[in-house]
């Protein structure tokens, strides 16, 4: 938070400063990566972008923040199981960093303009910053703790629409076939009928801000990881809106399913998924 300055510099100043720079960087690599290499399965990919950016953000907070916890992608194993490990061995700290370098390496490496760098500061747990930058369009989205939510230095509000007839909802394919992309095609199934449209933008960062901006009514995603959500989960509660897991229970950093919304139509959302049996 603003107020809460260690070393001369604030927390989310350097939050700002870290996406900034690792967003402006991996727009100069955007169409020359040299290297790109599969993790989990085929869809999984990793470029030597995301972790140049990774090492480039937390050589930046260790500079500033030497006592601090860092929680990285790029820092963690493959696969589901390894990253519930990595959550479980820092949530706790009093302070963690939670970073996904690049948000959209899909994207990125098909130079399709939809990526982002994820931030967010969480102190024992909570997060208490989060900032999402979409160098492409030069939009940096920030939210603090208790004070709002800013995109381009302007204030956030989710939007208006109050039912999924009205809505236009983005969600993602996870890259999990056996397990969590099934389940959310039977969401998808379920909800293509029941709302205005849906968008698959391929940066479950990027959505949550854009739900926080009003732009989407509703995001929902399964077989997430904590990086790819914690910055956004702030911008969301701070803009208004609400955002659960697929079963309704409050965010945390270790919600995998997650749900997020304007607020006014999320019940109907939860309803419609559940019914689609998308959370089991
Ligand atoms: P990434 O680009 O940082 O990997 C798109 O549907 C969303 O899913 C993106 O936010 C993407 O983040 C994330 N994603 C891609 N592969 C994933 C995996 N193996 N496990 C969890 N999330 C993944
Ligand atoms: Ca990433």
Redo the contacts with the bound molecule.
């Keep these: 938070m603003s107020d809460q300055i260690i070393g001369g510099k604030s927390f989310t100043a350097v939050a700002i400063n870290c996406a900034a720079k690792a967003g402006e960087w991996i727009k100069t690599k955007l169409g020359n990566h040299t290297s790109l290499s599969l993790?989990?399965?085929a869809?999984?990919l990793v470029t030597e972008v995301d972790k140049g950016a990774e090492m480039m953000i937390r050589n930046l907070v260790q500079t500033h923040f030497p006592d601090h916890s860092f929680l990285g992608?790029e820092g963690v194993e493959?696969g589901?199981e390894a990253s519930t490990r990595a959550l479980q061995s820092v949530r706790d700290a009093e302070y963690l960093w939670v970073v996904?370098p690049?948000?959209?390496?899909?994207n990125f490496v098909h130079s399709f303009p939809f990526f982002s760098v994820s931030i967010a500061l969480a102190h024992r747990g909570e997060v208490i910053v989060g900032v999402v930058y979409d160098p492409i369009r030069d939009e940096l989205f920030v939210a603090e703790k208790g004070k709002g939510a800013y995109v381009r230095g302007r204030r956030m509000g989710v939007s208006s629409e109050q039912n999924l007839r009205e809505s236009l909802i983005a969600t993602?394919?996870?890259?999990?076939p056996n397990y969590a992309l099934p389940l959310n095609m039977k969401g998808l199934q379920a909800l293509v009928p029941q709302v205005r449209n849906i968008r698959s933008g391929?940066?479950?960062?990027l959505h949550m801000a854009y739900v926080a901006a009003g732009r989407l009514s509703g995001f929902w995603?399964l077989?997430?990881?904590a990086w790819?959500l914690a910055a956004g989960s702030l911008l969301v509660t701070e803009s208004g809106g609400r955002l659960t897991d697929i079963k309704g229970n409050p965010y945390d950093l270790g919600v995998r399913h997650v749900v997020a919304s304007n607020a006014h139509i999320h019940d109907e959302f939860l309803h419609a998924l559940q019914q689609a049996e998308s959370g089991n």
């Design positions: 993790k989990y399965s869809q999984d992608e493959p589901p996904d690049l948000d959209g390496t899909t993602g394919f996870p890259a999990d391929g940066s479950a960062a995603e077989g997430l990881n790819d």
